[in-house]
């Protein structure tokens, strides 16, 4: 499986962005598709994902929408009412398999994309 993410950029605070990852490979219906960010200096967190229905951290509940369209074998993340502190590199990360309660650990995930950076200005 591999993952492509894009769609990162500037933008000032309480703006909006759209990142896109597109995945190709095989996939299945217990396939658990991501979203993890990392900003500088701090630990991976994550963000949000889809299976059967979308988790999502509570620093974004509310803000960010995880979509997928299996047609065009890609899952989106809209981001609303961005926040400086939103400010890092997000990836989009794939699993097979995972558990509920491994969901939001990163290392459960067995495919990752390269990243796109997102950068909030006050």
């Known amino acids: 499986v591999q993952l492509q993410a894009s769609g990162g950029g500037l933008v000032q605070a309480g703006g909006s962005l759209r990142l896109s990852c597109v995945v190709s490979?095989?996939?299945?219906?217990?396939?658990?598709l991501a979203w993890f960010r990392q900003a500088p200096g701090k630990e991976r967190e994550f963000v949000a994902c889809?299976?059967?229905?979308?988790y999502y951290a509570d620093s974004v509940k509310g803000r960010f929408t995880m979509s997928r369209d299996n047609g065009k074998n890609t899952v989106y993340l809209q981001m609303n009412s961005l926040k400086p502190e939103d400010t890092a590199v997000y990836y989009c990360?794939?699993?097979?398999?995972?558990?509920?309660?491994?969901?939001?650990?990163?290392?459960?995930?067995?495919?990752w994309g390269q990243g796109t950076q997102v950068t909030v200005s006050s």
């Open positions: 889809i299976r059967w229905r979308e």
């Open positions: 490979g095989p996939t299945y219906h217990s396939t658990t």
């Open positions: 990360a794939a699993g097979n398999r995972l558990i509920v309660s491994t969901l939001r650990d990163g290392a459960a995930y067995e495919y």
